[in-house]
Structures are given as structure tokens and as C-alpha cells.
């Protein structure tokens, strides 16, 4: 209980380091771009694979177990179309990018406070928790709704997929059940999740990294440590989030 309110406070007080001012502006957008780069673009590619074949998936598993003479045929669609815009572009994608994004950023970080990096920047009177950490929440903020809306494009061809390719069902039908009582707030939900998401994964992971203490083992295990302590928050946030927009 101790060591969990203790950790809590070094994040809070962390965060406070964190968005003071930058000292140079030039150098914080500077970052902010390359950050941008390498957590955003670079993950554009693994955000629009798993979007294709899980909206393909789940159209297919929609199809064969609610297959009814009672059931409209377009419900494939509507099912299919609310399950990627309330949870897997959001919440879903999101825990995935804490195992990528999050990890990365844990091992980058923490390899700099064991190789001294960190100490040296508050030798030279830097703050290195606004250095190294406000450029990656910041961009982790605009790059995520970004990737929601390619998730969710990716989600919706996968499903149209399964009708050309699969010939499961029409592609007619499956439009059809996409464009039914659609209400576009849903795709706004997923993307106010998406922001809270998005600075779990950054801080959190940002912490665990500046936190290490120790060697190169120590490195692992907090990037290990980050990925399962952003998870879990993603998901009580999920849940929190989604009673209060929905509810």
C-alpha cells in the first residue's frame, strides 16, 4: 500500500517537471516533430494491418453466429460498425500501442538515466523531465486521433473485404447495415477516449522509464512494468469513460 501511494506521488510530482515551461521552444518542436515521426508514423503500418484483419474477422464471426431467418441481414454490418467505433479503434488499439509505443519509450528513457544521459542534462541545467517528456505526450495527443480514424477505415475495408473476396454476404447488405442509425458522436467518443489513452501510454511509460534504477536488466523490467501498468489503466479508464460519455 505503501510503495503504491509512493509511486503515485513520484508520478505526480514527475508531471509537475514535466509541463513547466520549455526553455527553448525550438528545440521542444524540434522534438516534438521527431517524436511525432517515431511514435505516430512509425506505427501507422502495425495500426492498419491489425485493423484490416480484425474488421474482417469479426464481420465473418458476426455472420456465422447470428445467422437467423429472423434476423435482418444488414445487422453484420451494424454490429460490426459499433464494435470498431465504441472500443477496438479506441480502447482495443490503444492497449496494443502501449506494448509497442509504450515499451519504446519506457527502454529509451530508461537506458538514458543508466548510461547517466539524464544526469548530465541536470548538471548543464536542463530540466530533462520537460526535455525528454512533454515532446512525447504531446505527440502521442495528436498523433492518436489520427490513428483512430485510419483504425477504424481499416476495420470498415477489412469488413468489405470479406463480402468481394469471402462471399459471405453482400457488400450491398454489409453497407447498408453500416450506414443504419448511424450516430457520428460515436466516432468522437472514441476519439476523447483515444486522447486519455494516449497520455496514459506516454506518462506512464515516461515514468517507469525515468524511474529506473540499476542497469541494463532494470531497463527491461521497467518497460515490461510499463506496458502492463498502462494496460490496466486503459482499461479502468475504458471503463470510467465510457459510463460517463455513454451513461
Known amino acids: 500500500m505503501y510503495k503504491g501511494l509512493s509511486m503515485v506521488g513520484r508520478y505526480i510530482l514527475l508531471m509537475k517537471r514535466t509541463f513547466s515551461r520549455p526553455e527553448r521552444m525550438r528545440m521542444f518542436f524540434k522534438s516534438y516533430v521527431k517524436e511525432i515521426e517515431q511514435l505516430g508514423v512509425n506505427s501507422i503500418g502495425i495500426v492498419l494491418l491489425i485493423s484490416f484483419f480484425i474488421g474482417a474477422v469479426i464481420t465473418i464471426q458476426i455472420k456465422l453466429n447470428i445467422e437467423s431467418a429472423w434476423m435482418p441481414r444488414w445487422t453484420v454490418g451494424y454490429v460490426t460498425r459499433e464494435i470498431l467505433l465504441l472500443e477496438f479503434s479506441s480502447a482495443i488499439m490503444c492497449l496494443i500501442l502501449a ?126 512494468d510499463s506496458v ?20
Open 99 to 224: 506494448g509497442k509505443v509504450g515499451s519504446n519509450i519506457a527502454s529509451e528513457i530508461g537506458t538514458m538515466r543508466v548510461t547517466q544521459q539524464i544526469d548530465a542534462l541536470e548538471i548543464m541545467g536542463v530540466n530533462p523531465a520537460s526535455y525528454l517528456i512533454l515532446p512525447k505526450i504531446t505527440a502521442m495527443l495528436t498523433v492518436i486521433p489520427a490513428l483512430v480514424v485510419f483504425s477504424i477505415v481499416a476495420g470498415i475495408v477489412g469488413a468489405f473485404a470479406t463480402c468481394w473476396f469471402g462471399g459471405i454476404m453482400t457488400a450491398t447488405d454489409l453497407e447498408y447495415g453500416l450506414q443504419y442509425g448511424f450516430v457520428e458522436s460515436f466516432i468522437w467518443t472514441g476519439i476523447v477516449k483515444s486522447l486519455f489513452f494516449a497520455f496514459i501510454i506516454a506518462s506512464v511509460s515516461a515514468f517507469f522509464g525515468y524511474s529506473v534504477e540499476g542497469g541494463s536488466t532494470d531497463v527491461g523490467k521497467a518497460s515490461t
Open 228 to 247: 502492463v501498468c498502462s494496460s490496466v489503466l486503459i482499461l479502468f479508464a475504458d471503463l470510467i469513460l465510457t459510463k460517463l460519455i455513454m451513461g
